[in-house]
């Protein structure tokens, strides 16, 4: 038999490795000889032979050539894992799987990105790719919140956004500490404060599944229409090929048919959020 | 590279744990080219001093100076693994909390009771703190190379969270319920290859319960069955009864 | 239409015809009204009367643990997949096994394809057999209209008493009409006997098992979501996984990774997994989609009832019962579709009868 | 001879079933104390079989010993079975003839290979001998392993079988576990040889002290293992209801350890108590072995326990054989399979009565009583372990050698005595009640 197998893996390397905070690291890879030409808010199963795979939003733009970012929170096998690695090593790479952000669609309108905790991971990658091409986009506005400021990813960067004047960015921790100047409070408190013409506004949401909720409630009060409000939903992934039945929620598969849905579409499926 | 240096040891129990090991045949040979075996009292002599990379408890506390045991083993290794049922949930040695200590002690001892201190039984975990847990009673012997293969690449391995039945059902046996029998396969711990009911026995739910069982769920099916109650609390303290200590989320 | 005739006392030479050339199973009793789709080696063996199996024949196009691919990471992340696959002969397989199986083969196939799935079941030669009437009282193959065949087989047998007619489906059904000389052709006479035998069962399978036009289920469906019949299942079901282990459409599986003892070399394979499984849904940070038996038992009816509709066109239950004998907890599907239709009032007592549709699956 | 402190004490016996300790104090020369502890943590069986169905009781009391799991089992049910009246099957008892024999195999192999070799070898554990003896290493595992491969065919596994139950078996075997079990045990037989090979040219200590013999015995051909009386080299014949008179615990002013004795000061149950017992109805191979290696009956040496347990595995290795051989002429009947359950559905009749197993388990007769009333839930349960009535044997030996080695150091006493008591191959995790622990000032 010929065919290739879904499960086949390519040779990813490690080019280097960052420590983010505690719980994250940012790995940057490298497929020999290709690029993984993924788009935004897509995802890949990285795999470690003998320990398994997971799927992991790929953080970098698709502006960045020769090799893309993933971080990675320690949580259990293959992330723990994961974090023993280092430069040089290898990883197995599948994908890139999934429906990203629709680029295309967004273009020409404004963008107010909602990102709580690990959420900023694929959001990252949007977000670089709309500030790399600033010019077919509208007003943007990013919104990001996490538990507590230890917990904050990609400092530099963030202090990067805040700099620029074509984008508002605006931060909260749900719990201070004594340096922390910012706001205080849960993400959603950020939302009545954002100036926005509903019209033409895309808002992409990505965070914990009780985010969701609140968050979505108070974009529908600013009168964003609900196929413009675009969240992204992570399930318990296995084969990222539509088939093993984990990341089902009605009748989709997350990993093919997500995990970007608008919430017009996420509305009608029960239990989705 | 160093290989870890790994203990055997022993509480209340029946022993036969240990014994599966030597049931491994010569793939034991292999397991001992990995790992260093440096006290193990069933079938060594030697005795060892220092500090363990990972200690196997077999059987549970029972006794007062086993609770100052067991917490000086913890003290000595850098990884423990409660080995077998009795080890891992208390096992049989549980029914004894079934009755009043001094009763049991008086029964089985007579006047002599005093000489016999007891505590109530308790499985490691309730003690001090356990890495791995190999439960079974007797373990199944591809879950301890499985435990054993997950230590040596430091990764985790927490016990299957689905029940028996699904097994059961992998092994196409024929359901005892259709028997008109009691099983506790719904509600225990997979990963023994639904042992006992390939051999045409129930399951006694030696591996403990799964993390949210529907203990009212299993009772009515028994009332379906018109099968008593009373039959299968017992069956569940047969091995579980030490698990009612445990603050289940 | 091809129709050929196999003398009864002649089964036995088929079967072993067929078990020169590859593995055969066939339906075989294991006690206690229960069967098992297992190896043959004669006919004898082999049982024709019988309920739907314990597992059903998905364990040979899915086996409950499949090696996906071995692997040795001494000079890196080195992976062979591995597509398993051999040569079998499944012979007696009901229309409701039938249809599972037209079910398994639409998702494999979609895209991307699933070249373990698909090897295996390139390498199967099917061999139907019509139940004449129903197997027990939890079938439910007239409701999803799977009581007659729909295709999905190479040869497909009808028992005519004193004589089996084949219906030939396909070129490898044809290949063994013609290779193993124990066929004759069937005669008008034969044909018409298999009309009259139809025609009985039209009046066996009059009506649907339970009183809703085939057509309506999604709409029930559709309104059913906040049912308060999940709810009483919350509190029966005990999560023990039977229920999909034994469907034949259920295919979700787990993949795991094994290592050899020198942790370097080992495989890949996937396993059945079920969605009734307290940690299917369970992602990292605790949160469980479907936390409550009840949401897991809801998700089972609607992957059979509802989502395939949209997606495949047809339902997924394949009406052959087995989830209702193997809960413990007396869950019983047919039940629990008459408690969803009674709560919407969707009570139609003689679904099913004016139906013609019975030759011809419907359409959404 | 000088007259020397000797003060021994060996805490946690090890290579022995379960925890014991060894006290030696001399004094002078003269024997002071000379104890055999037992340390393990009472468990309590007997305490928890009150209340339990006698259907139930076979599954708990499996778990008293895992080395001796099957013998466990078979006393149990064989007492269940006594109390409620139930006659097992032809076919039944055949099969518990052949689980007993697979124990008895597997158990003399592991104490032959695993315990006692590296004394006679001259090495701490069998772990050294992996690189000075791998083949004998390799064969021993490979005996074990097959023995227990055996037994997974029969009853599941070995610890703690599953299949076999009050009233008979749930699983029988099918024709191909029956020819399975024939290829696993036909392949045993090369090793089996080497095994008696490798036995002849070890050396074991030479000892004697005259004691009694307990075994069962029979009035027909064959080595009585499952069913029997209570026989003794002093002429004792008892029906195995009378165990407590045979057993005849009793308090001891030195210690307070309740001892056994019958017709003298102690007296020794096991593999050389059966030979010296029914060594004529041993098979002809294992009569062969016996001859080659010089065991002949009346053997008074206790180190050659080890010894009889060879003869003994070649015996079961050829009965087993034998057995399911028959077993495949007959055919097994399958209409014969148990349907487990507490009240095993109402399939056996209950009545109240008291019974007793007495069975011939690795280390000597194991007995099993059981009280049961009208439901068949358990009013009164007691075990008696064959290691608890060679307690008092075992001090005995040890009071006469240690005056016989006073000249050696102590290493060599220690080792001495630990090789006395490894050769009753003691299981003393069966805890039950059989000894009470007494705490020396140390
Ligand atoms: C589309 C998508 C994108 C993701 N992106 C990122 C990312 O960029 N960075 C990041 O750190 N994490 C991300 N995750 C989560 C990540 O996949 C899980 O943390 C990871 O699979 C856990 O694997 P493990 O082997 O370390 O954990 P395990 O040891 O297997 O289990 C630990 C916990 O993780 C849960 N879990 C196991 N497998 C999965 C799975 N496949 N999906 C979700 N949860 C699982 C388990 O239920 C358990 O609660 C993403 C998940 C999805 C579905
Ligand atoms: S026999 Fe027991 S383990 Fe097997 S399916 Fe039935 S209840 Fe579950
Ligand atoms: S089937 Fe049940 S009792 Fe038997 S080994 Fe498995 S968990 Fe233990
Ligand atoms: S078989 Fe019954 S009890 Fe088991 S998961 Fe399915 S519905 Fe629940």
């Known amino acids: 038999m010929n065919t290739k197998s879904p499960y086949q893996i390519k040779i990813g390397k490690i080019l280097s490795v960052k420590q983010m905070t505690s719980m994250e690291k940012m790995f940057e890879i490298a497929l020999p000889g290709e690029d993984l030409s993924h788009a935004p808010g897509q995802f890949v199963e990285v795999s470690l032979l003998g320990i398994g795979e997971a799927p992991l939003s790929v953080s970098s733009s698709p502006t960045k050539q020769g090799s893309f970012e993933l971080v990675v929170r320690k949580v259990g096998k293959l992330t723990g894992a994961l974090h023993k690695l280092k430069a040089g090593d290898e990883v197995g790479i599948r994908g890139p799987f999934g429906q990203g952000f629709p680029v295309r669609i967004l273009e020409g309108n404004d963008l107010l990105f909602v990102a709580g905790g690990l959420g900023i991971v694929p959001l990252r990658s949007l977000i670089n790719f709309v500030i790399g091409n600033r010019k077919n986009f509208g007003k943007v506005d990013i919104l990001l919140g996490c538990r507590n400021p230890k917990e904050m990813l990609f400092h530099e960067e963030l202090a990067g956004w805040k700099e620029r004047l074509d984008v508002n960015f605006n931060c909260t921790v749900d719990k201070a500490d004594p340096d922390w100047k910012g706001n205080v409070g849960l993400i959603t408190s950020l939302i009545p404060g954002v100036t926005l013409d509903s019209e033409r506004t895309f808002a992409v949401v990505v965070g914990p599944p009780i985010m969701y909720k609140f968050v979505i409630m108070k974009l529908l009060d600013k009168n964003i229409p609900e196929r413009q409000i675009l969240i992204s939903l992570e399930r318990h992934m296995k084969c990222g090929l539509g088939k093993c039945g984990h990341c089902q929620i009605g009748n989709t598969y997350c990993c093919q048919d997500g995990p970007v849905f608008t919430y017009e579409k996420v509305k009608a499926i029960g239990g989705a959020i | ?249 | 239409m091809q129709y050929n005739l196999l003398n009864k006392n002649q089964l036995n030479d088929l079967i072993s015809f067929l078990a020169r050339e590859q593995k055969v199973v066939a339906p075989v009793a294991q006690g206690l009204n229960n069967y098992a789709f297992t190896e043959i080696k004669n006919g004898i063996q082999a049982t024709l009367n019988y309920i739907p199996t314990t597992l059903p024949p998905k364990k040979y196009f899915m086996p409950q643990r499949e090696t996906l691919a071995t692997y040795d990471t001494t000079q890196g992340q080195n992976m062979d997949p591995v597509v398993e696959h051999e040569k079998v002969a499944l012979f007696g397989v009901h229309t409701c096994d039938l249809a599972g199986i037209q079910c398994l083969n639409m998702v494999f196939s979609e895209k991307p394809k699933d070249q373990n799935y698909l090897a295996r079941k390139n390498a199967i030669t099917i061999i139907g057999y019509e139940c004449n009437a129903y197997c027990d009282r939890f079938a439910s193959c007239r409701l999803v209209h799977n009581h007659t065949p729909n295709g999905g087989y190479d040869l497909f047998m009808t028992n005519l008493g004193d004589k089996f007619i084949l219906h030939v489906n396909t070129p490898a059904g044809e290949k063994i009409i013609e290779r193993s000389h124990l066929f004759s052709l069937a005669a008008k006479a034969d044909l018409a006997a298999l009309e009259r035998l139809r025609q009985k069962k039209r009046e066996i399978f009059e009506k649907n098992e339970i009183p809703i036009e085939h057509e309506k289920i999604p709409e029930l469906f559709d309104k059913s979501y906040q049912s308060k019949v999940w709810a009483d299942l919350d509190k029966r079901c005990v999560a023990c996984g039977n229920c999909t282990n034994v469907c034949p459409s259920c295919y979700c599986f787990d993949v795991i990774d094994e290592p050899n003892l020198d942790l370097t070399t080992g495989r890949r394979y996937r396993q059945w997994d079920s969605c009734q499984n307290e940690t299917f849904a369970k992602v990292a940070g605790g949160e469980n989609f479907r936390k409550e038996r009840g949401a897991r038992q809801r998700h089972r009816y609607y992957r059979k009832f509802r989502f395939p509709i949209e997606k495949f066109s047809r339902f997924f239950c394949t009406g052959c019962g087995r989830c209702s004998r193997a809960c413990m907890a007396k869950i019983d599907l047919k039940e629990t579709l008459v408690s969803l239709i009674k709560e919407q009032g969707m009570e139609n007592p003689n679904a099913g009868r004016q139906s013609t549709i019975a030759e011809k699956p419907a359409t959404f | 001879m000088s007259k020397r402190n000797v003060m021994v004490n060996v805490e946690y016996l090890t290579r022995v079933e379960g925890h014991g300790n060894i006290v030696v104090n001399v004094k002078e020369g003269k024997l002071e104390t000379c104890q055999l502890q037992i340390v393990e943590a009472p468990r309590f069986f007997e305490g928890m079989l009150q209340g339990r169905s006698i259907f139930e009781a076979q599954h708990i009391t499996s778990r008293i010993c895992g080395i001796c799991a099957c013998g466990h089992t078979l006393a149990s049910i064989q007492a269940a079975e006594d109390a409620i009246g139930f006659i097992p099957s032809e076919q039944t008892i055949k099969l518990r003839k052949l689980l007993l024999h697979l124990e008895n195999l597997d158990s003399h192999i592991l104490h032959i290979y695993l315990l006692v070799a590296p004394d006679l070898l001259g090495v701490k554990s069998f772990v050294p001998l992996i690189n000075s003896h791998n083949t004998v290493v390799r064969r021993a595992l490979r005996m074990k392993k097959t023995c227990n491969d055996v037994c997974d065919v029969l009853v599941g596994r070995h610890v703690h079988p599953i299949s076999s139950i009050v009233g008979g078996f749930t699983k029988l075997p099918t024709e191909k576990a029956l020819d399975d079990m024939l290829h696993l045990l036909n392949g045993l037989k090369p090793d089996m040889d080497a095994t008696v090979g490798l036995a002849a040219t070890l050396k074991f200590p030479a000892f004697a002290r005259d004691t009694e013999y307990v075994a069962l015995v029979s009035d027909n051909n064959e080595y009585p293992m499952l069913m029997g009386d209570v026989g003794s080299t002093d002429g004792i014949r008892k029906n195995k209801k009378e165990y407590k008179v045979l057993t005849n615990e009793f308090v001891v002013p030195h210690s307070s350890a309740k001892h056994c004795k019958l017709s003298r000061d102690s007296f020794a149950v096991g593999a050389l108590a059966r030979f010296n017992l029914n060594a004529d109805k041993l098979h002809p191979k294992a009569k062969a072995a016996a001859q080659a290696i010089g065991l002949k009956p009346k053997c008074i040496n206790p180190y050659l326990n080890t010894a009889a347990q060879l003869i003994e595995c070649i015996h079961s290795l050829e009965d087993s054989i034998a057995i399911i051989e028959t077993l495949k002429q007959t055919g097994i009947n399958h209409d014969e399979a148990i349907v487990v359950g507490l009240n095993e559905n109402k399939m056996i009749p209950v009545k109240a009565g008291s019974g007793v197993g007495a069975v011939e388990v690795p280390r000597g007769i194991l007995y099993h009583n059981y009280e049961v009333d009208d439901k068949g839930i358990i009013a009164k349960a007691n075990c008696i372990i064959p290691t608890g009535q060679n307690i008092n044997n075992m001090e005995h030996d040890m009071k006469k050698l240690v005056p016989e080695i006073l000249n050696k150091t102590d290493e060599e006493i220690t080792l001495a005595l630990e090789m006395l008591i490894r050769a009753y191959d003691p299981c003393l995790s069966c805890s039950a009640h059989f000894l009470d622990v007494k705490f020396v000032n140390r």
Request: with cysteine.
């Open chain 2, 1 to 249: 590279m160093n290989k870890p240096k790994v203990s055997f040891f022993d509480f209340a129990c029946c022993e036969g744990c240990q014994l599966q090991i030597a049931n491994m045949g010569e793939l034991l040979l292999d397991v001992l080219g990995a790992i260093d075996v440096v006290e193990f009292r069933e079938v060594m002599s030697e005795k060892w001093v220092g500090e363990f990379d990972v200690v196997f408890v077999e059987g549970s506390i029972t006794t007062p100076q086993a609770i100052e045991h067991i917490k000086r083993l913890r003290a000595r290794t850098k990884t423990l693994v409660a080995y077998g049922s009795c080890a891992a949930i208390g096992g049989v040695n549980g029914m004894k909390n079934n009755y009043k200590l001094e009763d049991i002690r008086k029964s089985v001892y007579g006047k002599d009771a005093n000489f016999f201190p007891t505590v109530e039984t308790k499985a490691i975990h309730q003690v001090v703190k356990v890495d791995y847990v190999i439960p079974g009673c007797p373990v199944y012997l591809p879950e301890v190379v499985a435990v054993l293969k997950a230590f040596l690449a430091g990764l985790p391995r927490p016990v299957p969270d689905n029940a028996v039945c699904v097994e059961c059902k992998l092994n196409e046996n024929i359901c005892l319920y259709e028997r008109g029998v009691a099983c506790l396969g719904p509600i225990t711990r997979a990963g023994c290859n639904s042992w006992c009911i390939n051999h045409g026995n129930i399951c006694y739910g030696c591996r403990g319960l799964v993390s949210n069982p529907n203990t009212k769920g299993a009772k009515d099916i028994l009332e379906k069955y018109s099968l008593s109650v009373d039959l299968i609390a017992n069956k569940m303290n047969m091995y579980n009864k030490c698990g009612e200590n445990d603050n289940r989320e």
